[in-house]
């Protein structure tokens, strides 16, 4: 494999990691809005829903940096 292929390869896992941990930050807060329970086993939800925001955020701001600049 050249060189190319080989870090095309790794951009693309790396853009897929950082969607999947979108989506988890998305799970996590549809969670703690939607269901009680998730809610129980977090008092400090707002904490919490922030947390989640934050992680998504940054993995969001990530993923376009590098679709910008290597599509």
Do not use: C
Not at 20 to 49: C, D, F, M, R, S
């Amino acid at each position: 494999m050249d060189r190319m292929v080989i870090g095309n390869l790794f951009l693309e896992a790396a853009k897929k990691k950082l969607e999947a941990q979108i989506k988890n930050a998305e799970a996590k807060i549809n969670l703690y809005l939607t269901q009680a329970v998730g809610v129980g086993e977090h008092p400090q939800i707002a904490e919490e829903l922030i947390k989640a925001a934050e992680e998504g955020s940054h993995a969001q701001d990530v993923l376009d940096f590098l679709n910008k600049r290597w599509n």
